[in-house]
């Protein structure tokens, strides 16, 4: 129904080129596009490591519905870069440098109730030239979403799997040559990787700090939320028995073994399971 907004890498984002003395000596600055010949073309771009660009991306990507957006969590995520970048250490060549830097934000828009978050890992190349070095970057991660902040679990699901689904496509294999094998490796670990991070990010943690509240509510009320599996509705219950049955007609029985009260029950259990 268009509620959840969830997003994986972002093709309308170009290849980027940090401006220079050089460039600047030909009339190119910030902001501009570059035509390098053979096809490639860079917007001229002053370099935002991961963390720097997941704001930006939230800032103006996510910025619709959101105009009082709080920040509720940002931090850089060099830990889950490290093992890329360990492989660009080992096999960076003298033409090329490069190192990949990852950052994350949390956001909340009180006005819509509503979670956002986004991560990002830039990839900054290096190349040195008789005319100094030249720096490329592009944003080599993204993982995002815009959703209720009640169906927050749910945006965090989708997208730990699409961060683990990451893998290394031919072509891309293709132009790395020798490194393809551990490189795809290092992706695939990197993925999964993010999807530990975003399963175990700011949101996740406000949902469990959340049904924890509501936990210590309800025990103080005496009561419990159970699930009929037969429905999948959740029902509010006395507590205290170790099971709970209802029959056709709704009435809810509690016991202390799990014999079966009668031939009509059926057994609900903990919607906290």
Not at 156 to 163: D, F, M, N, P
Not at 176 to 196: C, D, M, P, Y
Request: net charge negative; aromatic share 8%.
């Amino acid at each position: 129904d268009g509620r959840i907004r969830v997003a994986m890498g972002a093709p309308q984002i170009p290849s980027m080129l940090v401006p220079n003395a050089p460039l600047a000596g030909m009339g190119f600055t910030e902001g501009m596009i570059y035509d390098a010949g053979y096809n490639q073309r860079f917007l001229l771009r002053s370099y935002h490591p991961g963390k720097e660009a997941a704001r930006l991306y939230a800032e103006h990507t996510l910025a619709e519905g959101c105009s009082d957006a709080t920040v509720v969590d940002f931090r850089d995520r060099q830990d889950l870069a490290a093992a890329i970048n360990e492989v660009f250490r080992r096999y960076n060549s003298p033409f090329a440098e490069q190192e990949l830097h990852a950052g994350e934000i949390s956001r909340s828009c009180p006005a819509t109730d509503h979670a956002q978050y986004v991560f990002a890992g830039t990839l900054l190349s290096r190349i040195p030239t008789p005319q100094g070095i030249f720096a490329m970057w592009v944003m080599n991660y993204l993982f995002a979403f815009d959703a209720p902040r009640t169906e927050a679990a749910d945006a965090l699901a989708v997208t730990r799997r699409l961060a683990d689904s990451l893998h290394v496509t031919p072509e891309w294999a293709r132009m790395n040559g020798g490194l393809q094998g551990r490189v795809s490796e290092i992706v695939a670990e990197t993925g999964t990787a993010i999807a530990k991070t975003v399963s175990d990010g700011y949101w996740q943690a406000q949902r469990t700090r959340e049904k924890g509240l509501e936990g210590y509510g309800k025990a103080i009320r005496g009561v419990e939320e159970v699930i009929d599996p037969l429905t999948g509705r959740k029902i509010e219950i006395v507590s205290g028995a170790n099971h709970a049955w209802i029959d056709p007609r709704g009435r809810v029985v509690g016991t202390d073994t799990d014999t079966q009260p009668g031939i009509d029950f059926r057994q609900l259990f903990s919607a906290d399971r």
